[in-house]
């Protein structure tokens, strides 16, 4: 994936002591240089995209982790020389997890930016409300690529055609958890979701999983989108826990599921608790581990997080380790301004998915044309990717009728306060 170290565009010259030989070769160098120069020729202006995100708000730690994954990738191909000659840029924008603002940066990127594409957006609220602006602006051509949400929404028709997703969907997360806790004899199982379109796009997934198996949800909570680690979960919890279930699949983000796990362990509720990947297992389990006081309850336990990445401990992966050595070298936080305060994590599941968008971003651009690359060219050149080895043990395959590549799903589990990869579910047999 990466390219090795460019050569340097000259070699450090030593001058003999003699003048006459000095002033030879600063001549020879004179002549040359506009020649050189020349052949060389302009730099050529980068390509810049733009991202939209939540920077600010309770789960900003989403679009920080995202964008410090892209980063990392990005300045690591920049400091090469960019691709065709080009550095790739992103232009990040906050919309703190609401729809009102995401809809007005993405027609600030298209009319006033002039950016490239639309790149790795961030929540189902937020994107599904911009949809409707990629059908505007199709005239224009203007894509959205790799969105960190796995809804229907742009999966399918009309919007499909505008939004290429790397990572897989909420119905096939959903639907292995599911599978794994009805293996494991696990079969009343509740879903605690957030009151929008992702919320429910995930306890639709939980649903339709459970009707192939003839079961039903034993019972479901919703809660307001804005809730964060502050709120009271205690009605939820109250009802939840009435309709006694082996195992909860909650549907949220990080600082409101770490919020519902705290009250659902202080209420004595045992079962399992399950989170999807947009739940930012790394951030939400920080949380659970700042909250527990001295020698009380562990909150990490009996823990579940599907994932839609490979965990970023497995380094025999080779797409795995450059990402922890670019992380380690190149991570970025956003643009001084743009987000709140922010302890970031070294590692996380959320900027490794970031890592592998750059990957692809990067990738696409080398498949357009070099001198002169177009929005209407994206389709052709993300398509193109067939059988393409992204160093994660599984190829991803684009194509006209396919614009989602990836479709495996991973699991972790907390350990000693660390997520761990999850492969064994035979602990989870039984009450």
Known sequence: ????????AAGLFRVAASVRLAAALCLCLLTLLPNALAAAGEPQAPLVFGMSAPFTGPNRGLGIEYYRGITAYLSHVNEQGGVNGRRIEILPLDDGYNPEPAVRNTIRLV????????????????????????????????????PLTGARLHREPPYGRYVYNLRASYFEETRALVEHFVAAGRTRLAVLFQEDAYGRSGWDGVRRA????????????AYARSAGFDADFGPQVRVLA??????????????ACAAFIRDARDAGLTAP?????????????????????????????RLVCSQVVPSYQDVALPAVALYRRLMDRYAQMPPEGLAEPYAPNRYSSVSLEGFLNAVVLAEVVRRMPAANPRRQDIPAAVESL?????????????SSGQHQALNSIYFTTVRGGVLVPLTDWTEWSGS
Request: aromatic letters at 10%; a negative charge.
């Open 242 to 255: 009435a309709s006694k279930p082996e195992a909860i699949i909650t549907i949220g983000t990080y600082a």
């Open 111 to 146: 009319r006033e930016d002039k950016v490239f594409a639309l790149f790795s957006y961030v929540g189902t609220p937020t994107v599904s409300r911009v949809l409707p602006l990629l059908e505007r602006f199709q005239d224009e051509h203007v894509t959205l690529l790799f």
């Open 386 to 398: 067939k059988d393409f080895d992204l160093g994660i043990g599984v190829p991803l395959n684009f």
């Open 1 to 8: 994936m990466g390219s090795g170290k460019r050569q340097p």
């Open 273 to 301: 608790i399950a989170c999807v990947s947009f739940s930012d297992a790394d951030n939400m389990v920080k949380l659970l581990l700042q909250a527990r006081r001295p020698g009380g309850q562990d909150y990490t336990v």
């Open 210 to 221: 459970l009707t192939t198996y003839n079961l039903e949800l034993a019972g479901e909570a």
